[in-house]
């Protein structure tokens, strides 16, 4: 065995421990929660535990006679063993807590110790692909994941660029709104103040005119999408198409020559958070397929780690 095939096999057992120690870690968080969410309900009932031993010590006879049946030394060892039933169950608990976090403690140091060996691993492992390209053993085993994998990034690469196109509709859109802000407080000031809106006018129009630009080519982006990856995003479409057609002639002509800027933002303010929300779904899109690419990746690592084993 050569020495990246050492190499790998050493990583490839550092990544699989990595991975059991994060595992590891989300259920002693876990735990520790549930710890801290008993402890804070028992330090509740301890102190109503309290109370009630206190109350008891200063009731005479005929009161708790009054309140209560049965004796009153009886009734007050009653409570005091209620507490102390409580109180043995929290000391339980804070041990067990201070268990878990020192537990915590030495696992993050493990796992802080393994930082970037994923990536180390995956550089070795894009090393030894190159190296063995001409064995068809190693070939034919990868083949069907490298197409797989082909197939995520081209997917992520797509709808990253839809994502990028809907960030930049939505700041060219923020333009106009505070454009029209702008000229608002311009149309209602002074004379003088007001001769000098024209050229805010024309300003906002070319901002208008760019994030209608921008706007449609993020349309187009999802018209790509939906035709190329089968992601249905045609009712957002729809509604973008809407506002496309009416957004030059509405918003110039009759939005902002007429002064009805609080519509006009409104009108804007409800695409932008309209591009927002498609823009979410695609993020989730690609986190979706980021979890699948790196499945594929991780399964075909450890193919290749048994045939390094299997030529050992």
Same mark, same amino acid.
Do not use: P
């Given at each position: 065995?050569?020495?990246?095939?050492?190499?790998?096999?050493?990583?490839?057992?550092?990544?699989?421990?990595?991975?059991?120690?994060?595992?590891? #870690?989300?259920?002693?968080?876990?735990? #520790?929660?549930?710890?801290?969410?008993?402890?804070?309900?028992?330090?509740?009932?301890?102190?109503?535990?309290?109370?009630?031993?206190?109350?008891?010590?200063?009731?005479?006879?005929?009161?708790?006679?009054?309140?209560?049946?049965?004796?009153? /030394?009886?009734?007050?060892? *009653?409570?005091?063993?209620?507490?102390?039933?409580?109180?043995?169950?929290?000391?339980?608990?804070?041990?067990?807590?201070?268990?878990?976090?020192?537990? *915590?403690?030495?696992?993050?140091?493990?796992?802080?110790?393994?930082?970037?060996?994923?990536?180390?691993?995956?550089?070795?492992?894009?090393?030894?692909?190159?190296?063995?390209?001409?064995?068809?053993?190693?070939? /034919?085993?990868?083949?069907?994941?490298?197409?797989?994998?082909?197939?995520?990034?081209?997917?992520?690469?797509?709808?990253?660029?839809?994502?990028?196109?809907?960030?930049?509709?939505?700041?060219?859109? $923020?333009?106009?709104?505070?454009?029209?802000?702008?000229?608002?407080?311009?149309?209602?000031?002074?004379? *003088?103040?007001?001769?000098?809106?024209?050229?805010?006018? $024309?300003?906002?129009?070319? *901002?208008?005119?760019?994030?209608?630009?921008?706007?449609?080519?993020?349309?187009?982006? #999802?018209?790509?999408?939906?035709?190329?990856?089968?992601?249905?995003?045609?009712?957002?479409?729809?509604?973008?198409?809407?506002?496309?057609?009416?957004?030059?002639?509405?918003?110039?002509?009759?939005?902002?020559?007429?002064?009805?800027?609080?519509?006009?933002? $409104?009108?804007?303010?409800?695409?932008?958070?309209?591009?927002?929300?498609?823009?979410?779904?695609?993020?989730?899109?690609?986190?979706?397929?980021?979890?699948?690419?790196?499945?594929?990746?991780?399964?075909?690592?450890?193919?290749?780690?048994?045939?390094?084993?299997?030529?050992?």
């Amino acid at each position: 065995m050569n020495e990246i095939d050492n190499k790998l096999l050493e990583l490839h057992r550092e990544v699989k421990r990595k991975e059991k120690l994060q595992i590891h #870690l989300k259920n002693l968080e876990d735990a #520790l929660q549930r710890n801290r969410d008993e402890l804070a309900q028992l330090t509740i009932q301890m102190k109503k535990e309290e109370r009630d031993v206190e109350r008891l010590k200063t009731l005479n006879l005929t009161t708790i006679f009054q309140t209560i049946l049965g004796n009153k /030394e009886e009734q007050l060892e *009653k409570e005091r063993q209620e507490y102390l039933h409580v109180l043995l169950k929290m000391q339980g608990v804070e041990e067990n807590l201070k268990s878990l976090e020192d537990e *915590k403690r030495v696992l993050e140091r493990s796992y802080s110790g393994l930082y970037n060996i994923e990536e180390t691993f995956k550089k070795l492992l894009a090393e030894k692909e190159k190296a063995i390209q001409g064995d068809a053993v190693y070939t /034919e085993a990868v083949d069907d994941f490298n197409e797989k994998i082909a197939v995520f990034d081209a997917k992520i690469e797509e709808v990253q660029i839809a994502v990028r196109k809907g960030r930049m509709s939505l700041d060219r859109l $923020n333009d106009i709104v505070l454009e029209l802000s702008d000229i608002h407080r311009w149309e209602n000031s002074s004379q *003088k103040e007001r001769s000098k809106s024209k050229t805010k006018n $024309n300003r906002a129009r070319r *901002k208008i005119y760019a994030a209608n630009d921008s706007l449609q080519k993020y349309v187009e982006e #999802l018209h790509d999408m939906s035709d190329h990856l089968g992601i249905d995003y045609s009712l957002e479409i729809k509604i973008f198409e809407r506002f496309l057609d009416q957004f030059i002639d509405c918003l110039i002509t009759d939005w902002i020559i007429k002064k009805q800027i609080v519509h006009s933002k $409104n009108f804007i303010i409800n695409v932008m958070d309209r591009v927002r929300l498609v823009n979410s779904m695609l993020q989730h899109e690609v986190d979706k397929t980021q979890v699948y690419l790196d499945e594929e990746m991780s399964l075909k690592a450890d193919v290749l780690i048994q045939l390094i084993q299997g030529k050992s």
